[in-house]
């Protein structure tokens, strides 16, 4: 099992820009979430699904968009970057909503200048 | 929405040395989960805790939930050079750990001297 993937694992984008990262799991995994991470502010949860066709917003959804059309993929896209959306993004699988089985993706690293 | 207070920020021990690092929340929760984030990796589950009271180890590692449901406590035995990293506490109020309500602490580092 190649667990949790994302790519790229670093972009530079110019305010403006859309894009899309990816994350996908070889888990068979319901639940799926996308973080950020930020110097001195710990995980933040922007969106999260717990299956396929249904996500949800977390706690910094602003300036992102997800869809979860297989269990597999959760992309998450920005459709206009800014430069405060630039920051570390981890994608995290579980079985269920439990979290306590949560597996993290190694991250996006994003820069927007 | 909820806040977590990890302490300390950071630490620079000597190797061999034990550690200990906790965090309080302002309200409370009745999954306390601890994390453990490698330069350019992703957090890996350390310990989970469901019970107040509850004390659980893995290893050296013993993280225990605090009776009021309020803190958490990690505590690391012989430290030795691969501890190094940052330490997350995250918790929620839902039973079993729903990752919908999860609030992350904003880590402890930890530095060991050789």
């Known amino acids: 099992n190649a667990g949790v993937t994302q790519t790229p694992k670093f972009q530079v984008l110019k305010t403006g820009q859309s894009m899309t990262l990816q994350c996908a799991q070889d888990m068979n995994h319901e639940y799926m979430s996308w973080y950020r991470q930020d110097p001195g502010m710990g995980l933040r949860l922007i969106h999260y699904s717990v299956g396929a066709g249904i996500t949800d917003q977390g706690e910094v959804p602003n300036g992102y968009n997800v869809s979860r059309s297989t269990t597999e993929d959760f992309p998450l896209r920005l459709l206009s970057a800014a430069p405060s959306q630039t920051s570390v993004y981890f994608c995290?699988?579980?079985?269920?909503?439990?979290?306590?089985?949560?597996?993290f993706g190694p991250g996006t690293r994003l820069t927007v200048t | 929405g909820q806040q977590l207070n990890q302490s300390p920020q950071s630490m620079f021990i000597q190797e061999g040395e034990d550690v200990s690092m906790n965090c309080t929340s302002s309200?409370?929760?009745?999954?306390w989960l601890w994390y453990k984030q490698d330069p350019g990796e992703g957090p890996v589950l350390l310990i989970a805790l469901y019970k107040a009271g509850e004390l659980t180890s893995n290893g050296r590692l013993t993280a225990q939930f605090g009776i009021t449901r309020k803190d958490s406590f990690l505590n690391i035995s012989a430290s030795i050079p691969s501890d190094v990293g940052i330490y997350f506490c995250a918790g929620s109020p839902y039973s079993g750990g729903g990752a919908d309500g999860l609030t992350f602490g904003k880590g402890t580092h930890l530095i060991i001297q050789p």
């Open positions: 995290a699988s579980s079985y269920r909503p439990g979290g306590s089985q949560q597996y």
């Open positions: 309200s409370i929760f009745n999954t």
